[in-house]
């Protein structure tokens, strides 16, 4: 079974510009979040889709990041335009089920540096 | 906002030794999950506990659960040079949707 895929792998930007991360989730799998995890913390969620809704955005600061999925399956995230806190991991994962609780698979992530 | 707190923040042993590590939580949950991240990579499931469990076990892993305290400990035995990675305690809360809120983590550093 293929894991979750992300892209790209890394990303440098200058503040203010724009950037957009990928993520394909494990096949079948109805949800999906994208975590910001910054150096030395614990991952945060940022946004949680079940199939093509959003379930929770409370914490994605909406007035520069935004995130969709389409049809399902994949989903970006954006950030426009982006400052220097902004510099993390963005994790994204997937899981099969949201009603019953179960794990999540992540995938490798996208290390952003704001300049 | 991060709900748990691990503890230590850093862990240094030697091949062999036992780690423990502690999650301290907040509010109520439906289970408690531990996760391993290696430098650079995502995360991967370890173990799941339910909040009706007081103790689970997976090959070297022993997970125990406090909900009284709201506490929970991951004990690593016989550590691997392999096992160096940090672990994060999550908490699924009590809410309609899985939500996993991650602590801080430990970094544990095994030295052959």
């Known amino acids: 079974e293929a894991g979750v895929a992300q892209s790209p792998r890394y990303k440098i930007i200058e503040k203010r510009q724009s950037v957009a991360f990928w993520c394909n989730p494990i096949?079948?799998?109805?949800?999906l979040y994208w975590y910001q995890q910054i150096l030395g913390q614990g991952p945060k969620l940022l946004i949680q889709?079940?199939?093509?809704?959003?379930?929770?955005d409370s914490q994605l600061p909406k007035d520069r990041f935004s995130a969709e999925r389409l049809k399902g399956v994949d989903s970006t995230l954006k950030i426009q335009p982006a400052k220097l806190e902004d510099s993390a991991v963005y994790l994204c994962?997937?899981?099969?089920?949201?009603?019953?609780?179960?794990?999540?698979?992540f995938g490798p992530g996208t290390r952003l540096t704001v300049l | 906002s991060q709900q748990g707190e691990e503890d230590p923040q850093a862990l240094s042993i030697q091949e062999g030794e036992n780690a423990t590590m502690n999650c301290s939580y907040k509010?109520?949950?439906?289970?408690l999950q531990w996760y391993r991240q290696n430098s650079g990579r995502g995360l991967v499931h370890l173990i799941l506990?339910?909040?009706?469990?007081r103790e689970k076990h997976s090959g070297r892993l022993r997970v125990t659960l406090d909900t009284s305290k709201k506490s929970s400990s991951l004990l690593i035995t016989a550590s691997r040079a392999a096992d160096t990675a940090s672990y994060f305690c999550?908490?699924?809360?009590?809410?309609?949707?899985?939500?996993?809120?991650f602590g801080t983590g430990t970094r544990l550093l095994v030295s052959p």
């Open positions: 096949s079948g799998h109805a949800t």
């Open positions: 999550a908490t699924d809360e009590n809410t309609g949707f899985q939500k996993l809120v």
């Open positions: 994962a997937s899981s099969p089920l949201a009603g019953p609780r179960d794990t999540q698979y």
């Open positions: 509010t109520s949950i439906n289970n």
């Open positions: 506990i339910r909040s009706n469990e």
């Open positions: 889709f079940q199939n093509n809704g959003v379930v929770d």
